[in-house]
């Protein structure tokens, strides 16, 4: 399969303390890639670190490689990498002063990326993909606040799509919700995976069993083992993977 | 010997009273401003009190009709100038504040806010009204101004502070430039608290007097340009508070009326407001 | 990121504003006050002597120094304490809808415009303390120095008493979020050996939160010491060697009451003016001290 991210001799230190040691991974397009991996190994600091999140972060250094498409990210403006290379948090953060129309259409907007008339198109677009459209179109007013928590994180993944990114990040996206709602945001992402490449940072491994394509192992800072999802949790190759996945450790 | 029982229970009791009776002492005092500035200004409120000019001291005639104008222009004026300096300096404080070199704009921000007002008033004495040879609006509105922005400063660096820092990385994660964010994303998040910074601010230089005094001085005219004296409801009050003549002081009691009225219309509109954020 | 260093330049030069205001103000007044300083030498701080006749001028500002530190006593004297007894009902004894319509009322009090105090104090505060304070405490103990003169309402003690008032919304709300933050652990530790609620207090929450009180009391203080209408208006607006406070019922001024009754008065020719200043710049530094003195303690107590 065709890599879109490669990343190579990736290392990240904040306040002078590594955190991530020497990563090299391929990501390959348009498939799901579960990066799983007990509590404090660094999966949320690896995932932060191909949309050059820590860039805002003083405390942070980072040394490395990250090619999309064989251009470095980190040599190029920043800006257009986050919005080609987008991203869903853990907990869903509607912008609380605007209405679930304006959410989405707010990262269009501000990029000055489409005119008004667009808009409506495009935020359409965005909900019918992120599975919401139904739910909401007749309430587009309305402040986003009022949704449900699992509404809102289609939300905020409609918001992402609105940019029209080509990869999408997902740190531990349905960890805040409920079973029904995380249900339903697995077979979004599994929908969305034929037009976009996802990376998907969970620590429940059975969800990462269901959706994923391709998992990595993280351990410590370090990338134990990369492989298709099945056999990595059939045959873990690494003692640490088979102790993670037999849950010896967490 | 009194048995430690009993002792117990006559502290406890103690402890109570000096807290209730200390709340009932503090209580008493505000609703008795208000009944008195309810009571005597009152009588003070016609139709001529709001469309005339005061006239000579002592005159029974009159209103207060300059006082209100020029406490409008005055507040309106102070507003334009304090309010866009105040919320840009609380931007800076929120975003930049904590870097070492921020510390000496923070610091000044914080004495600022401490300096008495009528200190103020002589700063801007010495600086516009020496110079211009002349009592002015202008100067009754930059010395509003100096007091407004340490406060609005404050206020909005606090309400920013306030939202989730998921929401500033969301919005950083849609691509859009860092100032983009903070004007567009989190300041939008804090509108609430800051406006209601804001509507204190201008509440509270409404009711000041000591920056006004030796800045526009007073007058019993119509406002007349921004470069000569002006009245306002707070110099009206002390000016004819303890006049001899019981017309003016009735027109200081219908000014505290007026004044009062909206001081605390106000500050209730914020703290009401403030609920639903 | 070219528009983001725009953007921090652009807020760095607005947010100066505020560095260069202070600086302005401080460097404008003391020149102002030079040629007082140069005429009267050390005397203008530690005499009496108010005369702003042409050529007799003589200015010493000690009275009023004295006048601000007498009223802000008494403000703290009188208005810690309650302050502190509305803290502790606000966190002991209410619930949650006494607690709000009390938090809205105290800080109604803090709304209300300074000058209204005055006026309200002029008329009404002034007869009742008066009546009921002045009065009697003269007729009984007149004796005393401090209660000795003659009372009329308008002295130092209405002063200090009408802005003990004044400083209670500040003192009580800092006093009780102080209070809020001791753990219940510390509570729990006291009612478990047996301490009833004034021990958990006294021991406890007191103890605890020591350095918060004493900081809630500094910010009153600085609160009183640059009050200006309020106290003008109550305090007799005596000046020279007559407002050296000698009794509580003496009148009296302080430096920001002087200030604002004879600054438009002044002879711009004379020095009368830059005396005032002075008055003013010590001020400024009383009120900077205080308030920095304040800062740091609530600051380090926040830790």
Same mark, same amino acid.
């Given at each position: 399969?065709?890599?879109?991210?490669?990343?190579?001799?990736?290392?990240?230190?904040?306040?002078?303390?590594?955190?991530?040691?020497?990563?090299?991974?391929?990501?390959?397009?348009?498939?799901?890639?579960?990066?799983?991996?007990?509590?404090?190994?660094?999966?949320?600091?690896?995932?932060?670190?191909?949309?050059?999140?820590?860039?805002?972060?003083?405390?942070?250094?980072?040394?490395?490689?990250?090619?999309? $498409?064989?251009?470095?990210?980190?040599?190029? $403006?920043?800006?257009?990498?986050?919005?080609?290379?987008?991203?869903?948090?853990?907990?869903?953060?509607?912008?609380?002063?605007?209405?679930?129309?304006?959410?989405?259409?707010?990262?269009?907007?501000?990029?000055?990326?489409?005119?008004?008339?667009?808009?409506?198109?495009?935020?359409?677009?965005?909900?019918?993909?992120?599975?919401?459209?139904?739910?909401?179109?007749?309430?587009?007013?309305?402040?986003?606040?009022?949704?449900?928590?699992?509404?809102?994180?289609?939300?905020?993944?409609?918001?992402?799509?609105?940019?029209?990114?080509?990869?999408?990040?997902?740190?531990?996206?349905?960890?805040?919700? $409920?079973?029904?709602?995380?249900?339903?945001?697995?077979?979004?992402?599994?929908?969305?995976?034929? $037009?976009?490449?996802?990376?998907?940072?969970?620590?429940?491994?059975?969800?990462?069993?269901?959706?994923?394509?391709?998992?990595?192992?993280?351990?410590?800072?370090?990338?134990?083992?990369?492989?298709?999802?099945?056999?990595?949790?059939?045959?873990?190759?690494?003692?640490?993977?088979?102790?993670?996945?037999?849950?010896?450790?967490? | 010997?009194?048995?430690?029982?009993?002792?117990?229970?006559?502290?406890?009791?103690?402890?109570?009273?000096?807290?209730?009776?200390?709340?009932?002492?503090?209580?008493?005092?505000?609703?008795?401003?208000?009944?008195?500035?309810?009571?005597?200004?009152?009588?003070?409120?016609?139709?001529?009190?709001?469309?005339?000019?005061?006239?000579?001291?002592?005159?029974?005639?009159?209103?207060?009709?300059?006082?209100?104008?020029?406490?409008?222009?005055?507040?309106?004026?102070?507003?334009?100038?304090?309010?866009?300096?105040?919320?840009?300096?609380?931007?800076?404080?929120?975003?930049?504040?904590?870097?070492?070199?921020?510390?000496?704009?923070?610091?000044?921000?914080?004495?600022?806010?401490?300096?008495?007002?009528?200190?103020?008033?002589?700063?801007?004495?010495?600086?516009?009204?020496?110079?211009?040879?002349?009592?002015?609006?202008?100067?009754?509105?930059?010395?509003?101004?100096?007091?407004?922005?340490?406060?609005?400063?404050?206020?909005?660096?606090?309400?920013?502070?306030?939202?989730?820092?998921?929401?500033?990385?969301?919005?950083?994660?849609?691509?859009?430039?860092?100032?983009?964010?903070?004007?567009?994303?989190?300041?939008?998040?804090?509108?609430?608290?800051?406006?209601?910074?804001?509507?204190?601010?201008?509440?509270?230089?409404?009711?000041?007097?000591?920056?006004?005094?030796?800045?526009?001085?007073?007058?019993?005219?119509?406002?007349?340009?921004?470069?000569?004296?002006?009245?306002?409801?707070?110099?009206?009050?002390?000016?004819?508070?303890?006049?001899?003549?019981?017309?003016?002081?009735?027109?200081?009691?219908?000014?505290?009326?007026?004044?009062?009225?909206?001081?605390?219309?106000?500050?209730?509109?914020?703290?009401?407001?403030?609920?639903?954020? | 990121?070219?528009?983001?260093?725009?953007?921090?330049?652009?807020?760095? =030069?607005?947010?100066?504003?505020?560095?260069?205001?202070?600086?302005?103000?401080?460097?404008?007044?003391?020149?102002?006050?030079?040629?007082?300083?140069?005429?009267?030498?050390?005397?203008?701080?530690?005499?009496?002597?108010?005369?702003?006749?042409?050529?007799?001028?003589?200015?010493?500002?000690?009275?009023?120094?004295?006048?601000?530190?007498?009223?802000?006593?008494?403000?703290?004297?009188?208005?810690?304490?309650?302050?502190?007894?509305?803290?502790?009902?606000?966190?002991?004894?209410?619930?949650?809808?006494?607690?709000?319509?009390?938090?809205?009322?105290?800080?109604?009090? %803090? %709304?209300?415009?300074?000058?209204?105090?005055?006026?309200?104090?002029?008329?009404?505060?002034?007869?009742?303390?008066?009546?009921?304070?002045?009065k009697p405490l003269h007729n009984y103990f007149g004796k005393i120095s401090i209660f000795s003169a003659t009372p009329t309402g308008l002295d130092f003690l209405s002063g200090g008493l009408i802005l003990a008032i004044m400083i209670i919304p500040i003192v009580s709300s800092?006093?009780?979020?102080?209070?809020?933050?001791?753990?219940?652990?510390?509570?729990?530790?006291?009612? !478990?050996?047996?301490?009833?609620?004034?021990?958990?207090?006294?021991?406890?929450?007191?103890?605890?939160?020591?350095?918060?009180?004493?900081? =809630?009391i500094l910010l009153g203080l600085g609160r009183a010491v640059g009050e200006t209408m309020a106290v003008s208006m109550v305090i007799g607006n005596a000046t020279g060697e007559n407002a050296l406070p000698r009794s509580l019922f003496s009148a009296g001024q302080t430096l920001?009451?002087?200030? %604002?009754?004879?600054?438009?008065?002044?002879?711009?020719?004379?020095?009368?003016?830059?005396?005032?200043?002075? %008055?003013?710049?010590?001020?400024?530094?009383?009120?900077?001290?205080?308030?920095?003195?304040?800062? !740091?303690?609530?600051?380090?107590?926040?830790?």
């Amino acid at each position: 399969m065709k890599t879109k991210i490669e990343i190579r001799n990736l290392n990240v230190w904040f306040n002078k303390r590594q955190v991530i040691y020497d990563v090299n991974l391929k990501v390959p397009e348009q498939a799901i890639t579960a990066v799983i991996g007990p509590s404090g190994c660094g999966k949320s600091t690896l995932l932060r670190a191909i949309n050059r999140l820590h860039d805002l972060i003083p405390e942070a250094k980072v040394k490395g490689e990250v090619l999309l $498409d064989g251009k470095d990210v980190y040599k190029e $403006d920043p800006l257009v990498v986050r919005r080609k290379i987008g991203m869903v948090f853990q907990k869903p953060v509607p912008f609380p002063s605007m209405s679930i129309f304006e959410n989405v259409a707010i990262g269009v907007k501000l990029n000055d990326l489409a005119k008004k008339e667009r808009l409506e198109k495009i935020v359409e677009r965005s909900l019918r993909m992120a599975a919401l459209w139904e739910e909401v179109k007749d309430i587009l007013e309305s402040p986003a606040t009022s949704l449900s928590v699992g509404q809102q994180q289609r939300l905020t993944i409609a918001r992402t799509l609105a940019l029209e990114p080509e990869v999408l990040l997902m740190d531990e996206p349905t960890s805040a919700l $409920d079973p029904v709602s995380m249900k339903k945001i697995e077979e979004l992402i599994v929908n969305l995976k034929n $037009d976009y490449t996802i990376v998907v940072v969970t620590h429940d491994m059975r969800q990462a069993a269901r959706i994923s394509d391709f998992t990595a192992f993280m351990y410590e800072g370090k990338i134990i083992e990369f492989n298709e999802t099945s056999e990595l949790f059939r045959n873990p190759k690494e003692e640490i993977t088979e102790k993670y996945i037999t849950g010896r450790i967490s | 010997m009194v048995s430690l029982r009993v002792k117990k229970k006559v502290q406890n009791t103690f402890l109570f009273l000096f807290a209730f009776l200390s709340t009932i002492i503090a209580i008493i005092p505000l609703f008795s401003i208000i009944f008195e500035v309810i009571k005597n200004g009152i009588e003070a409120i016609n139709l001529d009190f709001f469309i005339q000019l005061p006239g000579p001291l002592g005159e029974s005639i009159g209103g207060i009709a300059n006082a209100i104008q020029g406490t409008l222009i005055l507040v309106t004026l102070a507003s334009i100038i304090g309010v866009p300096i105040g919320v840009i300096t609380g931007i800076y404080l929120y975003e930049y504040g904590k870097e070492k070199k921020s510390t000496l704009i923070s610091f000044s921000v914080d004495l600022l806010y401490d300096l008495p007002s009528i200190v103020v008033g002589i700063f801007v004495y010495i600086t516009v009204v020496s110079p211009m040879r002349s009592f002015s609006a202008l100067a009754g509105a930059l010395a509003l101004a100096i007091v407004m922005i340490p406060i609005i400063a404050k206020t909005t660096e606090e309400s920013l502070t306030l939202v989730p820092p998921t929401i500033s990385e969301a919005g950083i994660a849609l691509g859009i430039p860092k100032w983009k964010n903070i004007i567009f994303i989190v300041l939008n998040s804090a509108k609430n608290g800051v406006l209601n910074g804001i509507v204190l601010a201008v509440a509270r230089i409404t009711g000041e007097t000591a920056p006004l005094i030796m800045t526009c001085l007073g007058s019993n005219f119509w406002f007349s340009g921004m470069d000569k004296p002006i009245n306002s409801l707070t110099l009206l009050i002390w000016r004819y508070a303890m006049q001899p003549y019981p017309s003016a002081v009735k027109k200081a009691w219908g000014a505290a009326f007026l004044l009062l009225l909206v001081a605390l219309a106000l500050n209730l509109l914020v703290k009401s407001g403030g609920e639903r954020k | 990121m070219n528009e983001d260093e725009v953007f921090y330049l652009f807020s760095l =030069a607005v947010a100066s504003i505020s560095l260069l205001l202070l600086a302005l103000i401080l460097v404008v007044l003391v020149q102002y006050t030079l040629p007082v300083i140069k005429e009267m030498g050390f005397d203008y701080f530690i005499t009496s002597s108010w005369n702003p006749v042409f050529g007799k001028e003589k200015y010493g500002i000690l009275p009023y120094f004295l006048g601000t530190v007498l009223t802000s006593f008494i403000a703290v004297l009188v208005g810690v304490p309650i302050s502190f007894g509305i803290a502790l009902f606000l966190t002991e004894y209410s619930n949650k809808t006494l607690k709000k319509y009390l938090s809205i009322m105290i800080d109604l009090l %803090a %709304a209300i415009p300074s000058v209204i105090y005055g006026l309200w104090g002029f008329f009404v505060f002034r007869n009742f303390i008066l009546d009921y304070i002045e009065k009697p405490l003269h007729n009984y103990f007149g004796k005393i120095s401090i209660f000795s003169a003659t009372p009329t309402g308008l002295d130092f003690l209405s002063g200090g008493l009408i802005l003990a008032i004044m400083i209670i919304p500040i003192v009580s709300s800092v006093t009780r979020e102080v209070l809020e933050l001791v753990p219940t652990e510390i509570k729990e530790g006291i009612y !478990a050996i047996g301490g009833n609620r004034y021990d958990v207090i006294v021991y406890g929450s007191i103890r605890y939160s020591k350095n918060g009180i004493l900081g =809630a009391i500094l910010l009153g203080l600085g609160r009183a010491v640059g009050e200006t209408m309020a106290v003008s208006m109550v305090i007799g607006n005596a000046t020279g060697e007559n407002a050296l406070p000698r009794s509580l019922f003496s009148a009296g001024q302080t430096l920001s009451s002087l200030i %604002a009754n004879e600054f438009n008065e002044a002879n711009p020719t004379s020095l009368h003016p830059n005396a005032l200043v002075g %008055a003013g710049l010590v001020l400024l530094m009383m009120a900077i001290v205080v308030n920095l003195g304040a800062r !740091a303690i609530v600051s380090k107590y926040k830790r």
